[in-house]
């Protein structure tokens, strides 16, 4: 009877503080900052292409953003 090889993380774990996401309204370094207007530039949906897809980003009636694959 043979036991179950493991194998260890290279690395550890960051710690949970590190993770943490920033409180909303916080901008963060580096981060830029769109407003949905000057995307959408008066239109209702605004399709944006990523690796190969397309994503569409509709305001909704309700002022709502979707964004759908």
């Given at each position: 009877?043979?036991?179950?090889?493991?194998?260890?993380?290279?690395?550890?774990?960051?710690?949970?503080?590190?993770?943490?996401?920033?409180?909303?309204?916080?901008?963060?370094?580096?981060?830029?900052?769109?407003?949905?207007?000057?995307?959408?530039?008066?239109a209702?949906?605004?399709?944006?292409?990523?690796?190969?897809?397309?994503?569409?980003?509709r305001?909704?009636?309700?002022?709502?953003?979707?964004?759908?694959?």
């Amino acid at each position: 009877m043979s036991t179950p090889a493991f194998s260890l993380p290279l690395s550890l774990p960051q710690p949970l503080a590190a993770l943490r996401r920033p409180s909303p309204g916080v901008a963060t370094a580096g981060t830029r900052h769109v407003s949905s207007q000057s995307l959408l530039a008066g239109a209702r949906e605004l399709v944006i292409q990523h690796q190969g897809g397309e994503y569409h980003l509709r305001l909704t009636r309700n002022d709502k953003l979707i964004l759908t694959k």
